[in-house]
């Protein structure tokens, strides 16, 4: 193994930074500014940003460029809006990743308006279809795996052969706790975010070689606007103390874990299902055990 020499110290490895020992490595792994990243769904909600503004805000906090990508224009204008307050770069391209052509010609467009995309979180996602295997509406339950889980695929195939242009990339699926464990009450939605725990895997297999990083993020009950009109004060203090935090978490939350695994800190981690939920999919029952004596 090749031994280089960091001021007095002898360390390993070809990439680290071979001056500044660990004041330049923190530096290096916090750096985004030759990152070009693509968040889809990073508009922000009148009552607030939700995961994937967090996202493009924090990315674009580091010095990514940021493709804020939605197809509500109102959303994307006020996350271009806090980014530029906060001193980033964004710019806004309007489309439904639903589409093919459309996450084509936004690819295409992000490539040729901000450079080779470096960075891409597939965000976009929806509760879907309500029911179990014997009532779930199939067109309902079509959609839910249409928008969750093919609008990754589509967003990964544009992106993917241009992250391998510029030696490497590194891409985020937004998946949830509820892929990960059962108990949640829809078939549709834990089944939907469970494919994409596997996608993430298989991703990360296929593209490896070519340096694109693929993990994914599971979110545990995230207070966000999207779920906020949906939820009584009763329910939202269930989902809190339905976690080993007693906390509740936001999508800033999820943001953080999403930025450290896109930026140069997570450059040797790949194919991993990040949990953020305040520890609830680390034990197997939440309620009171009594201790075997
Ligand atoms: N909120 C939670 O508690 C929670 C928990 C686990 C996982 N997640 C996952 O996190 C992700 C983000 O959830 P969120 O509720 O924070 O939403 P969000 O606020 O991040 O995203 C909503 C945005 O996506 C845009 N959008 C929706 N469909 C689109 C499409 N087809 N094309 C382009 N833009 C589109 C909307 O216009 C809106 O601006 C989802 O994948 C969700 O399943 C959320």
Known sequence: MKMRSVGEEEVMGVDVPIEGGATAVAAESADLSDAVAVVTGAGTHLSGPGIGAACARLLAAGGAKVAIVDRDAE?????????????????????DVNEEEACRETIAAVEDHLG???????????????????DVDLDGWDETMRVNVRTMVLMSRHCVPRMSARGGGSIVNLSSTAGLLGG???????????????????????HGEAGVRVNAVAPGMVW??????????????????????????????????????????????????????????????????????
Do not use: C
Request: glycine content about 10%.
């Open 224 to 293: 966000t606007p999207m779920i906020a009109d949906k939820i009584s004060p009763e329910m939202r203090d269930v989902r809190r103390r339905s976690s080993l935090l007693k906390t509740e978490g936001n999508a800033w939350d999820v943001a953080a874990a999403v930025s450290y695994l896109a930026g140069p800190a997570a450059r040797w981690i790949t194919g991993v299902v990040l949990a953020v939920d305040a520890g609830m999919s680390a034990a197997m029952a939440l309620a009171p055990v009594e201790p075997l004596e």
């Open 184 to 206: 949640y009450p829809t078939v549709a939605y834990g089944t939907s975010k469970g494919a994409i725990a596997q996608l993430t895997r298989l991703m990360a297999q296929h």
């Open 75 to 95: 959303a994307a204008d006020r996350t271009l809006a806090a980014i530029e307050a906060e001193g980033g770069a964004a710019a806004i391209f309007l489309g």
């Open 116 to 134: 080779l995309p470096s960075i891409l979180v597939n965000n976009v996602g929806i509760l879907g279809a309500p029911g179990t295997v014997v």
